[in-house]
């Protein structure tokens, strides 16, 4: 029997309109351009600040632009995925509201939080739902709105993320192109490194923890950048060496957007040439789940069918992987 792969077959994104500099950040808390550039890469970030507008907005504003390019018919989707940490309401899940918004009438689907790794989940599972031979056409998305989780009196994190994302159609392969390996992790043992204090069952929302902060983003970097500059590297060569993959046979590096320096720990620990790692961090910062489409949405057009691709990541929870995918078509 002829094996069916999950390929990616189209790619959007959305940032919001808005940005926001290192020199605008220089203005709310005791920071500098100089200082952020060096320890991160990052010069702006794009936030949302249209009042009433969510993550569901940002992600029909880069659905309906694929769809439309790509004449797909949102009644033909069947699954949407949604990885995001800041979805509308707790519930119902985000997917639902973007397959109302985008007309998906036919479709079911979910949101799933995995933190900086989400996309990478979600991919995976969209991945299995397709080779499993059900499905035809499932939206896999990463958007986050962080702007409304950053506490702008912190630099030791609102420095760092930014809003927006991107999305991807996935569909059955037969030649082989698509996603060919995945390697998944979490450790909850990491969980107060980096995390929201409050606002789920845990820790209800109440005045005092609003008073307290506690229902923004906290994290502990230096720890944080410890474990993701080790494990975002370890996979990432786990991936090439059980693929028999040499520094010239992987032709991109997609990683999740958090520091340039995990990024450089990354592709050095790979032995990848510079021309071969995709950064757009100085443009967008971190969007947590929408780092890893946003890359392929920027750089699209420099794929070629049967490019190998290895994507990685590291985030909350703790939470990381890396995934193997072969590009399915040439630039259009
Ligand atoms: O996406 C999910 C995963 N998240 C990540 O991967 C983030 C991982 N962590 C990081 O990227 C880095 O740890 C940060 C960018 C958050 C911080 O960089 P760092 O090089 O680890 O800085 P640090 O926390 O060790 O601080 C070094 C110094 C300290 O001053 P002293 O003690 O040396 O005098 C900090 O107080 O820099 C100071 N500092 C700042 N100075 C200016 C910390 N934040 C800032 C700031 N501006 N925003």
Known sequence: MTRITAAITAVGGYVPDTVLTNQD????????????????GIKER???????????????????????????DPLDIEVIILASVTPDYIFP???????????????????????????LYALETGSRLIESGRYKKILVCGFDKMSTIIDYTD????????????????????????M????????GSGKEFLFQKSGGSFS?????????????????????FKFAVTNMADVSFKMMERNN?????????????????????????MGLDKEKVLVNI???????????????????????KGDNLIFSTFGGGFTWGSIYIKWAYDPK
């Not at 936030?47 to 029909?60: C, F, H, N, Q, V």
Request: net charge negative; glycine share 8%.
């Open 25 to 40: 950040l220089e203005k709310l808390v005791d920071t500098s351009d100089e200082w952020i550039t060096a320890r991160t």
């Open 282 to 304: 100085e443009k967008y910062g971190n969007t947590t789940a929408g780092t890893l489409p946003l890359l392929m949405y920027d750089f699209e057009n420099r794929f070629k």
């Open 155 to 178: 630099r030791n994190t609102c420095i760092i993320f930014g809003d927006g994302g991107g999305c991807v159609m996935l569909e059955p392969n037969t030649e082989g192109y698509g």
């Open 245 to 269: 993959l040499t520094s010239d046979d992987v032709h991109w590096l997609l990683a999740h957007q958090a520091n340039l320096r995990i990024i450089d720990a990354t592709a050095d620990r």
């Open 93 to 119: 899940a985000s997917a639902n509201i973007i397959g109302d918004k985008i007309g998906a009438k036919n479709a079911w689907g979910f949101d799933l939080a995995a933190a900086c790794s989400g996309f």
């Open 180 to 187: 060919i390996d995945s390697i998944l992790h979490m450790d």
């Open 204 to 224: 209800p929302p109440t005045i005092e923890s609003v008073t307290n902060r506690e229902h923004y983003v906290y994290q502990e970097g230096k720890t944080v």
């Open 46 to 72: 794009h936030i949302l600040r249209e009042p009433g507008k969510a993550t569901s907005d940002m992600a029909i504003r880069a659905i309906l632009p694929m769809l439309e390019k790509n004449n797909i």
